[in-house]
């Protein structure tokens, strides 16, 4: 009986141990989904409803995608940087993005010259950008392909886009010339509602091999997808209507914006993540303008801002008569003077830069006074070409457009100046990683590595009183 009993308990405190460790590995998958609930909701408990906005939106649910992000590069033929930062290339990362496309292909572009005949050059370089175009041209006749572009003159070439529809491809042309007086010169794609890319480099295959680009790819991220699908929705809708809705359809709207990001693991990282928009016009409720997000993340910097664009003017560029618009150069100033921040621009020079640019550089530059803890830096970054090189037209520039500060990672679209947030169509992808306790490298400290190995290398050159341009670039 004794005996009996025990065999009986022993099978028994086996069945049950293994009863037992099911029900830990539950609890604890359960603990671990609260926990991780915890982590990515935002403080609203329904008992103290958080103060409702002024547009009626809270954030949804939090993403439950764990999203990858990936820095991608193009790195113009022939430059060396003595430096291990090294990111994969712009070429590389569209190719993967077609490869993992299913069902859906959105793209939002500036221009399409993707092939020597576009450019009527003979460059063995252009060869990546012709690869991008024939696997675009397959993919339009299996999937969903969709291109939201700028509306095209007529001296620009047409061949590419009228290839992809051919193919299969829907095409849109958005005439923001006449909607806003600007230009779309938006980059990104939507893959799948699932992946995303956005960042500096055009559709052309100059933007591959000859001029230098910075962007992140983020996959297996429907969350910030769908956002970012919102505004290619609003492009899509601007080439069919023809005229901005005033204000836009709620499918437009958005709950993620500088005030409430959307909050999701990238990299295993706890991050908030929201998409800007420009020009305000295409902004739907609770976008918050890309403008805005530009002075915000300056005003949030506690010990830096590393600024890497094309170009810089505390102008309207484009408008007549001229007019002088100081938004951004007035909160740097204000970051280096009231708060002690340390500010470094990269800017580009190239034959095409205009030479006014150099003037208000200068004026930026000259806010600099050791004694003082003032520290504006300008350096200009020059990409050499040999003479075959010189003749490839529009290429050979560092055409980057983003901003890290001690918190924040910012890739955006846009030139810097004031056209390009009051009527030209762009947008970027804002991370802040503050909060992160992970090992893994916060995409804030990689685009940091990069903006040093740019600024260190010998492509640039100190911008000060003296600097002769002439001697520069
Ligand atoms: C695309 O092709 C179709 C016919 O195949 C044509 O009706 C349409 O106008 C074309 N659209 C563009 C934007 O080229
Ligand atoms: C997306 O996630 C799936 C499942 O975890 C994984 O198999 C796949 O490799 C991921 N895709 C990319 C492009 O990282
Ligand atoms: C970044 O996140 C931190 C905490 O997670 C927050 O305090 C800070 O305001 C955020 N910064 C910006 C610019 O959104
Ligand atoms: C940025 O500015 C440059 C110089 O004004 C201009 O050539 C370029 O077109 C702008 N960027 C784009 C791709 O529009
Ligand atoms: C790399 O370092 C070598 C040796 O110091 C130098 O000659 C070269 O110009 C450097 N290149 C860059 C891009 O900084």
């Known amino acids: 009986m004794h005996v009996e009993w025990r065999r009986r308990d022993n099978r028994q405190i086996h069945l049950y141990s293994r009863y037992v460790m099911a029900l830990a590995t539950v609890t604890t998958v359960l603990l671990a989904a609260m926990a991780l609930y915890n982590l990515l909701t935002p403080r609203v408990s329904s008992s103290h409803p958080a103060p409702s906005s002024s547009l009626h939106l809270s954030p949804a649910e939090s993403c439950s995608d764990s999203c990858r992000i990936v820095l991608v590069e193009s790195i113009p033929e022939g430059l060396e940087f003595n430096s291990s930062t090294t990111h994969p290339s712009i070429f590389q990362s569209w190719l993967s993005l077609m490869a993992e496309a299913r069902s859906s292909l959105n793209i939002a572009s500036f221009y399409w010259t993707l092939t020597n005949q576009d450019t009527g050059t003979h460059e063995p370089t252009a060869y990546q950008g012709e690869t991008i175009l024939t696997k675009l041209a397959e993919l339009s006749g299996t999937l969903s392909v969709r291109i939201a572009v700028n509306t ?89 209507s023809q005229s901005i809705p005033s204000p836009w359809p709620a499918s437009f709207s958005t709950f993620y914006n500088k005030d409430t990001p959307l909050q999701l693991l990238l990299n295993n990282t706890p991050s908030s993540v929201y998409l800007s928009s420009s020009p305000p016009s295409v902004c739907a409720a609770g976008r918050t303008p890309d403008l805005q997000s530009i002075l915000s993340v300056i005003e949030d910097a506690q010990s830096f801002i590393y600024i890497a664009v094309m170009n810089y003017l505390p102008t309207m560029e484009f408008s007549h008569p001229k007019r002088y618009w100081a938004d951004i150069d007035t909160q740097l100033r204000r970051a280096a003077y009231e708060k002690k921040v340390e500010v470094r621009l990269l800017i580009s020079c190239w034959n095409s830069t205009p030479p006014v640019m150099f003037s208000f550089l200068k004026s930026l530059a000259s806010v600099y006074d050791p004694k003082h803890n003032l520290d504006i830096q300008v350096r200009l970054f020059v990409v050499p070409a040999s003479p075959k090189q010189k003749e490839i037209p529009f290429a050979r520039v560092n055409h980057n457009k983003y901003m890290v500060t001690d918190k924040i990672a910012y890739i955006g679209t846009s030139n810097w100046s004031g056209d390009y947030f009051a009527n030209t169509a762009g947008s970027a992808l804002v991370v802040n990683q503050t909060a992160s306790q992970s090992l893994e490298p916060t995409v804030q400290s990689q685009l940091k590595a990069v903006f040093e190995r740019d600024w260190s290398s010998d492509y640039s050159t100190p911008l000060t009183q003296l600097t002769n341009l002439k001697d520069v670039c």
């Open 152 to 240: 095209p003159q007529d001296s620009q070439p047409q061949r590419d886009l009228t290839l992809l529809n051919h193919s299969g491809a829907d095409i849109r042309t958005v005439n923001m010339r006449q909607l806003t007086s600007g230009v779309l010169h938006t980059k990104f794609w939507v893959v799948d509602k699932k992946h995303v890319y956005i960042g500096s480099a055009n559709m052309d295959w100059r933007s591959l091999t000859q001029v230098k680009e910075l962007a992140a790819v983020v996959y297996n991220c429907s969350s910030l997808a769908a956002d970012l699908g919102k505004i290619f929705e609003a492009y899509w809708f601007l080439g069919e």
